[in-house]
């Protein structure tokens, strides 16, 4: 093994080969004994494709070409498909219609525009037991003012091509509706200023075809957040909920299952972990019944799942060991066979079977081929914040068997902040990490409070103090392992998307001594022009972030604005953004790059053609990991 220095290392997996045939997997939906899963093909200009897998074992792509099946209710979508008895409805991409297919036949069922000029958009799609009746989650986008949501519905008998009936109005923002068979449905349900996982109520109501009558709220309200809603097979209404203010040692600050049963609210889990998940996207599924109503569940608790399988009425719960540790999108099939997407440190994410008699698992699809003989493991750690509280990371150190770094030398680290921000990171297997890795990087992948799988009580401590507490998290973890001589403390780099593109911004300005450069991938360095350009399901979330409305406080919001800050700006920066990107617009990006040029300092813009939030085609991740690490290296060796 020759000795180089880590910054002189070549990774084992290449840029292209961490992009060469990977598949993003999602929303697993099971028809009897039938599989269905979404795959992202961004070798395909990130086309996403429903692929079924019959009870033979067969698989096949079940989208016809010129569709992808992508939904932008939201912007985020999800939930873009269900299936009954083996016909298909889904959210076309193009044209955000829905279809119905069977077989090789695909049939539109909503008009191209609506008679009052708006664009019709559906996400969380559901089919009534008899196959007669589709509601769904329904927004109409218009072009000169907010737009509007609902629960919407189809009759199913009429195949003409027409406008959804809206069955539930009033309210800001919906989510998840269910039915019991053909006579009940549930839904979520919340209002501006707040996000799903801050307030929300759930409703029940009867349901007579698209006649719905005695509404109901069952759960919910002010500082109560409800998620995950399913009935079980007795027509018990299951939910996962938490509350702010609570303890860390109460249940209730955590995301527990709850059922509504003879008109009451009784809790089926009181763990102190989390059995649901941030309401970013639709279509999600932490849990599932069998036959007998026994659930199976994904319990997180600070850096990795167990899935439970837990008895509802004597609350008896026993752990599936499998060799997993993250699972997502839980069903199971009518043979009473467990269908997720599992993953651990050593594996990449793969729709599995789990049979439960023997404990045996199946790999059904793997996001990936590439394979990594030697890997670096991610390790959650917590480490000391200034304010005396704690914070949470998955640290992974350099590995690479070709090359010996001299004996004296410490790796330069990378800081990942996760988007969001309410959200998280997670220890699973990555290949872009171990490109990092075995590329002589550390790697510290944050989860700041204000991440999620730690409470609620972690996930509020962001609120109003959005770029303060998260940031000095993030500078709280750079210090702690340059202090126990982990990393290069004069050799950091700082990546993130989204929010955790601000985070990256943020760290650049506020704490310029400790971070020698960084990549911001369509991220946020003027908090004006995000309220002021954002879509209306976050257009409202940075109050609760921030304290303040902007009207209220201008300049709390340039305070915490990146942009206004850049005379404090040492390091380099690269910035990368998509022409379409509706959430994080790229006038957001834009003014960024063009103050960094009049000032002089060193950086890159690089704007994708096409690309939306977040990077779906091959070509441009492999170009856009190529440039970023090219753009460290450069900084590092001062070249």
């Keep these: 093994m020759p000795q180089a220095s880590f910054l002189d290392w070549k990774p084992l997996v290449s840029a292209e080969q961490v992009f060469s045939d990977v598949v993003g997997l999602s929303e697993i939906v099971v028809d009897g004994n039938t599989v269905y899963w979404v795959e992202l093909r961004i ?35 999800g939930g873009v498909y269900t299936v009954h008895e083996g016909i298909v409805y889904f959210v076309n991409f193009e044209d955000q219609r829905l279809y119905k297919q069977h077989g090789s036949e695909v049939i539109a069922l909503t008009p191209e525009k609506n ?25 109409k986008e218009h072009a000169e003012k907010e737009n509007e949501n609902f629960i919407g519905a189809l ?22 509706p269910i039915f019991y068979k053909s006579e009940k449905l549930a839904w979520l349900e919340w209002n501006h200023p707040h996000m799903p996982w801050d307030s929300t109520e759930l409703v029940s109501a009867q349901v007579d075809g698209i006649t719905v009558s005695s509404k109901k709220i069952i759960a919910g309200g002010e500082g109560i957040s409800v998620c995950h809603p399913k009935f079980d097979a007795d027509g018990v209404l299951y939910f996962v909920m938490d509350e702010a203010g609570k303890e860390e040692a109460d249940p209730k600050n955590w995301w527990n299952i709850y059922c509504y049963d003879n008109n009451t609210v009784q809790p089926v889990t009181s763990d102190l972990a989390e059995y649901g998940a941030p309401h970013w996207v639709f279509g999600q599924s932490s849990y599932s019944f069998f036959a007998d109503n026994t659930l199976v569940a994904t319990k997180k608790n600070k850096g990795s799942d167990e899935l439970i399988v837990i008895d509802p009425q004597s609350k008896k719960a026993r752990v599936v060991d499998i060799g997993y540790d993250h699972f997502a999108y839980v069903q199971v099939t009518a043979v009473g066979d467990v269908i ?35 890997m670096s493991r991610a390790e959650l750690v ?36 996760h988007g969001g921000p309410t959200s998280n990171t997670s220890g699973a297997f990555s290949l872009i990490k171990q490109f990092w890795t075995s590329s002589g990087y550390a790697i510290m992948d944050v989860d700041y409070r204000g991440s999620t799988g730690y409470g609620r009580a972690y996930r509020d401590a962001l609120l109003a103090k959005w770029g303060l507490i998260d940031a000095q998290d993030v500078a709280d973890a750079v210090t702690h392992l340059a202090e126990k001589g982990l990393v290069n403390g004069s050799q950091v780099a700082i990546r993130g998307g989204s929010a955790g593109g601000y985070m990256v911004q943020r760290e650049l300005t506020e704490y310029p001594d400790l971070f020698a450069v960084g990549a911001s991938y369509f991220g946020i360095g003027n908090l004006i022009t995000l309220v002021e350009q954002t879509h209306k399901f976050e257009a409202r979330y940075i109050e609760n972030l921030v304290g303040p409305r902007l009207s209220e406080s201008e300049q709390e919001y340039k305070d915490r604005s990146p942009i206004n800050h850049l005379d404090k700006l040492k390091a380099p920066m690269i910035i990368l953004q998509g022409s379409e990107d509706k959430i994080v617009t790229p006038d957001c990006s834009r003014e960024m790059a063009l103050i960094l040029k009049e000032k002089g300092i060193l950086h890159e813009y690089i704007e994708y053609e096409g690309e939306a939030h977040g990077f779906r085609t091959k070509e441009n991740n492999i170009d856009a990991l190529t440039k970023e690490a090219a753009f460290y290296r450069r900084v590092f060796k001062g070249e």
């Design 155 to 176: 009759d199913l008998s009429d195949s003409s091509v027409r406008e959804p009936t809206i069955i539930a109005s009033g309210r800001d923002f919906y989510a998840d």
């Design 43 to 77: 070798a395909d200009k990130g086309r996403y494709v429903i692929v079924k897998r019959d009870e033979r074992g067969e698989m096949i792509d079940i989208t016809p070409p010129g569709y992808t099946v992508r939904s932008r209710v939201h912007e985020y979508g």
């Design 115 to 139: 008679k009052d000029g708006s664009l019709g958009k559906y996400a969380s799609l559901c089919v009534s037991e008899d196959g007669k009746t589709l509601v769904f989650v329904y927004e």
């Design 382 to 417: 917590s480490y000391p914040t200034k304010d005396g509280e704690k914070a949470y990371g998955y640290l992974s150190l350099p590995k690479n068997s070709f090359y010996t770094a001299p004996a004296e030398e410490k790796p330069p680290l990378l800081v990942l902040a």
């Design 340 to 374: 997720c997407i599992g993953s651990s440190a050593e594996k990449g994410p793969s729709v599995i079977r789990i049979d439960l008699a023997d404990q045996k698992v199946e790999v059904i699809r793997k996001n990936s081929s590439i394979t990594v003989k030697e």
